[in-house]
């Protein structure tokens, strides 16, 4: 009986002075961290100081928490960028095979190339001629304009012209923010899709304006052009196809504007023309495919030889 309430009178003190050192510790922590607290206020600096610590902890953990957002956001942001694959749909269309395959090893080559569109009226007129040339084009398609004139977009699909995206308000893309840039691309190959069943699977940067951030975010070859009709300044035809005709060579990507009815008579002519020295006209992957080059996303193209 003895020895037990020793027992239990001891355990009662070993708890005293264990609750004794804690309130020590924490009254010297309280007095390390505010210097002028006196022994009688240690109780009530404690609480403050509890108080503060645990507001402190608290914006420790918000601030790690914003931190963490941040690098996720950035993360996500570089995968988007780099995790988008070429699509191969497009390299041609299965119609054109017996007709590509006539003219693998043609030493002229050559790839029409319209920005800017759809614009009904002179896309259509295009459209209408291109087989009397054996020809297929390449239109790079504003997305805003896509929904608006969806049905001559089909039409050029369905004919098997290929289609690739010139972002979705011609914004100048090396000028805008990561989330900006892919904004454009997205919604434009959305739009492309919603349509033909099946995303641009060539980027044209408006201005043919672009850095590597562009080309990460392009997800698909980055085409420019060798030839510059300047179709859009002198609204002539003749001056087109005489710009054409003099720079034409095998593999050439020529820059034309489906806008303006001088851009298209002067691209039939410049065909006709052409035709006659014994070149064939081709889509961008085409041109790739019969050329037996494979187009890397992100790489920029201005003529495939
Ligand atoms: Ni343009």
């Not at 972002?167 to 090396?174: I, V």
Request: net charge positive.
């Amino acid at each position: 009986m003895e020895s037990k309430r020793v027992r239990i009178t001891s355990a009662i003190m070993a708890l005293m002075l264990v609750m004794l050192t804690l309130l020590g510790c924490t009254g010297n922590a309280a007095q390390s961290t505010d210097a002028t607290s006196s022994s009688e206020t240690t109780t009530a600096s404690t609480t403050t100081t509890t108080t503060t610590t645990t507001t402190t902890t608290t914006t420790t953990t918000t601030k790690k928490l914003t931190t963490t957002k941040k690098k996720t956001t950035t993360t996500v942001m570089q995968e988007k960028i780099t995790s988008k694959k070429y699509t191969t749909t497009q390299v041609y269309n299965p119609d054109r095979g017996a007709y590509l395959e006539s003219i693998k090893g043609n030493k002229k080559l050559i790839a029409f190339t319209f920005d800017d569109g759809p614009a009904p009226a002179y896309t259509n007129k295009l459209l209408d001629n291109l087989d009397r040339f054996n020809a297929r084009v390449t239109f790079f398609v504003v997305g805003d304009r896509v929904g608006k004139y969806a049905e001559t977009l089909k039409r050029a699909h369905n004919m098997g012209n290929e289609i690739g995206s010139h972002a979705y308000d011609h914004s100048d893309l090396t000028k805008l923010s990561n989330a900006e840039l892919m904004k454009q691309i997205e919604k434009t190959n959305k739009e492309v899709e919603k349509v033909i069943g099946v995303a641009p699977g060539l980027l044209r940067p408006p201005y043919g304006s672009y850095n590597d951030k562009v080309k990460a975010a392009a997800g698909v070859p980055v085409i420019t052009w060798c030839v510059d009709t300047l179709d859009w300044k002198y609204k002539d035809k003749k001056k087109v196809c005489d710009n054409i005709i003099k720079n034409a060579r095998d593999g050439a990507i020529v820059l034309m504007h489906d806008l303006y009815p001088s851009t298209v008579d002067g691209a039939i002519m410049a065909m006709d023309k052409l035709q006659h020295e014994g070149y064939a006209f081709v889509t961008v992957s085409e041109l790739a495919y019969l050329k037996g080059k494979t187009l890397q996303p992100g790489k920029v193209y201005n003529s495939i030889k």
